[in-house]
């Protein structure tokens, strides 16, 4: 099994291993921040660059470091592998600006988001962003779009990390979700505002780092942080049956799907689970959800 | 002057199969066929020729990289999305001579073992497309394509594909997917396409120009082409040069020869247009870094500068530029260094496939600030900031367009900062759309109104 060295600690990983899922055996913590890759979506990753690490060693027969940052997503470990992470100013000056550039487009509506308190790119920003914006010309600006009657597409506060198109591919049938028009002028529609009707298109929900996508069942019915969060599952026919509650008091304010530690949606949940089951006798709790203790959401001073 | 590449070109008729077989066109498949098809990739290593779409990589090399053991079928794809402003020379040598790169294609598919492969046309250049399906007609009715060539055991079929015109496609892994019919989107690699490229197989993917030399290397052999030029870069160039010159075209030079005698001498730019100065130069195609006279003609240690991989390249980035793929660009002193780069930002801004963040965001940002100072309303601190923003593409994104969007913008600041100042300190000075910033006179005050910039 090849040994690969992250910021002086080494630890071994089976073949096969990306960079990115060797750090995160590490501590999920200081793993590379992830904004597009998604380890349940096949082909996700490689394209917002804030995973970017510097390989000093390239393996045991090759000392040679990589020529350029590498997206730790999607490089493969190899024997002897020595790499930085939080450990090299240069990393940590490409992620800046990664942040930065990810930032001058967006909206910043963070008091008006829904997805604000678990939001990617809100916590990657508060890591790794400036004070102060160096950018003074207009913001790309989008109409918010509906995308069916449950899901609500904020165009202005994507990112373009592709990974509801991965979601939509690879989880609903048919190909109604996708990118349209290029560079900065991309952006995430259905085919003629197609509404996406689908068992399990609730996900794209969960997938997506920012406000971009929301629940519009959940729309401004509350802050994240009034909620508490419980693990609950249920008999399911199309789905695992595991959810996440949501909850402001007894009342089931939203489901989503459960995540691991650094975010990502372990187990998809299909439509009915998670639009339709919005009660408290639907479902068998079984407690507290785990929320990171550095998360707004885990301050939870206001709900009872 | 040697030809390899337009040889014959003086005659209208090559553009046909007689024509072409007149000027001793397709005998290198009947030598090629004789040979073991290693043999000729030894050959094409022992020729020196590197990679003529822009970053210079041996083609030999190249050929060897490409995954004999798998099972799965081989493929060759030319690149001749030819889409870099001021490179136009792959159009050229297509619309004259189509048979040519035909010839290299089958030659070349003998050696790497590919049964099917495809030449990938720009958009734009339907025309062309046009003229390779003809010849590529005359050439399956002559018998060098289609099932067993010439009486080998040896088969192959060719595809002319046309591409939706974006300049993205023609980063090689995002022809790949453009070829598989999806969206133009670059590849991440690894895995490279001579492990897997089209549909998952081997695939070694070349310029038009590289592919076109092949066949002259396999007639005279590798060690013939090797002579011509010098040290590692060997054999014939074609560039293309436009801008304020008195002879725009497509020429074809022997590697080596003085960028100086390229500008000035009668059989290749013919100097200056109306006799002015010269003020800079982008040698090697819009992405490669822009110089200014005194670095073009001479290195910064006072060597004369050479058309040749290195000479261009010596300095780094400091005071050195790339071959690029040979589209030279010429500007006098009329024109405007700030308008000139916030043109190609604008180039590269609209081409962004818009996949990978740094790219997608930081080309419009630079495009932005480039039209700001331009424009006169730019500050000292929006050089920088440009600077700045360059530097936080370039070596982060997917492909190279990151990098060729961020080197024009860099060097542009680097080699004519005072004029980006001027911008800045006069802007009364600089809204009409013909303002020129005097560089020649390397003085902020002074100005002087070009008519019009021809
Ligand atoms: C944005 C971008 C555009 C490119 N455009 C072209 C092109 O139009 N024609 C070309 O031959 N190579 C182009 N290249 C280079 C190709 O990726 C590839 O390196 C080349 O086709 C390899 O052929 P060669 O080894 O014969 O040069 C481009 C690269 C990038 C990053
Ligand atoms: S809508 Fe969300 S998930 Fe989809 S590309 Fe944009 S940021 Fe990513
Ligand atoms: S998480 Fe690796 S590039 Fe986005």
């Known amino acids: ?304 | 002057m040697v030809k390899l590449l337009l040889d014959g070109i003086e005659d209208p008729s090559i553009r046909y199969l007689n024509g072409y077989r007149a000027h001793g066109g397709y005998q290198s498949i009947e030598k090629a066929i004789t040979m073991s098809p290693l043999d000729i990739v030894e050959e094409v290593k022992k020729s020196g020729l590197r990679g003529r779409g822009g970053a210079g990589f041996s083609t030999g090399m190249k050929w060897s990289f490409l995954d004999r053991k798998s099972d799965k079928p081989r493929y060759l794809v030319c690149n001749a999305d030819e889409s870099e402003p001021g490179t136009f020379k792959d159009r050229y040598l297509m619309e004259k001579i189509p048979h040519r790169l035909i010839e290299g294609m089958i030659v070349s598919s003998y050696a790497l073992g590919v049964r099917h492969a495809f030449i990938y046309v720009r958009g734009e250049l339907i025309w062309v497309a046009k003229h390779l399906e003809h010849a590529v007609g005359e050439a399956y009715s002559a018998g060098y394509l289609g099932n067993h060539i010439l009486g080998s055991n040896f088969s192959l079929d060719l595809t002319i594909h046309v591409g939706a015109g974006a300049y993205i496609c023609g980063e090689e892994s995002a022809l790949l997917e453009s070829l598989e019919g999806k969206r133009g989107y670059p590849r991440i690699k690894p895995p490279f396409p001579a492990v897997s490229g089209l549909y998952g197989c081997p695939t070694v993917i070349n310029n038009v120009e590289s592919i076109a030399a092949v066949p002259w290397i396999v007639t005279h052999g590798g060690d013939a082409y090797s002579k011509i030029g010098v040290d590692k870069s060997t054999g014939t160039k074609l560039i293309s040069a436009s801008g304020h010159i008195n002879r725009p075209g497509v020429y074809e030079i022997e590697l080596g020869l003085p960028v100086e005698e390229f500008i000035y001498s009668e059989s290749y730019c013919g100097g200056i247009k109306n006799g002015r100065a010269l003020k800079a130069v982008i040698a090697g195609g819009s992405s490669v870094p822009i110089l200014p006279a005194e670095l073009i003609l001479k290195t910064a240690s006072g060597q004369p500068r050479l058309m040749t991989y290195e000479s261009l390249n010596d300095g780094g980035f400091t005071s050195g530029t790339m071959l690029g793929s040979g589209g030279f660009i010429v500007m006098d002193d009329t024109t405007c260094i700030v308008r000139n780069t916030w043109n190609l930002a604008r180039f590269y801004h609209h081409e962004s496939c818009g996949q990978c963040s740094p790219c997608r965001e930081g080309t419009g940002w630079m495009e932005k600030i480039l039209h700001r100072i331009e424009h006169g309303h730019g500050t000292q601190a929006d050089i920088d900031l440009l600077v700045d923003v360059s530097k936080k593409i370039e070596g982060n994104t997917i492909c190279a367009l990151g990098d060729a969007a961020a080197w024009p913008v860099a060097s542009a600041v680097r080699h004519f900062r005072h004029e980006f100042e001027f911008h800045v300190r006069h802007p009364d000075q600089v809204t009409a759309p013909n303002h020129v910033a005097n560089a020649a006179a390397y003085k902020y005050e002074e100005i002087t109104h070009a008519k019009n910039n021809d």
């Open chain 1, 1 to 304: 099994m090849p040994k690969i060295t992250i910021d002086s600690i080494e630890v071994e990983v089976v073949q096969g291993t990306t960079i990115m899922d060797a750090a995160r055996q590490i501590d999920p913590h200081t793993a590379p921040p992830a904004m597009c890759y998604h380890s349940g979506l096949n082909g996700s990753g490689g394209k917002c660059r804030t995973c970017l690490v510097k390989v000093v060693q390239t393996s045991e027969t090759n000392p040679r470091p990589m020529p350029k940052l590498v997206p730790a997503c999607r490089t493969l470990v190899e024997d002897g592998m020595k790499v930085e992470n939080n450990s090299s100013p240069e990393v940590i000056s490409a992620r800046k600006g990664i942040v930065e550039l990810l930032l001058i487009n967006h909206p910043l509506d963070c008091p008006v988001c829904d997805q604000a308190g678990e939001c990617d790119l809100q916590n990657l920003t508060f890591q790794h962003g400036a004070e102060t914006t160096r950018y003074t010309e207009d913001r790309r600006r989008y109409p918010t779009k509906s995308l069916g009657n449950l899901i609500q597409l904020h165009m202005n506060r994507c990112i373009l990390c592709f990974r509801c198109v991965y979601a939509a591919d690879q989880l609903t049938d048919g190909r109604d979700h996708g990118v349209l028009n290029r560079g900065d002028a991309s952006e995430i529609g259905t085919y003629i505002e197609k509404s996406i009707d689908n068992d399990f298109s609730g996900n794209l929900i969960d997938v997506c780092p920012v406000g971009a996508l929301t629940d519009k069942t959940f729309r401004f019915k509350s802050r994240v942080w009034f909620t508490k969060p419980v693990y609950a599952h249920r008999q399911c026919e199309t789905c695992c049956g595991k959810g996440v509650l949501w909850l402001k008091g007894h009342e089931v304010l939203r489901i989503t799907g459960r995540r691991n530690a650094v975010g990502e949606v372990t187990e998809f949940i299909c439509n009915t689970c998670r639009f339709e089951s919005k009660s408290l006798h639907h479902w068998e709790v079984e407690g507290p959800a785990p929320i990171d203790q550095r998360s707004v959401i885990s301050q939870n001073h206001y709900t009872s």
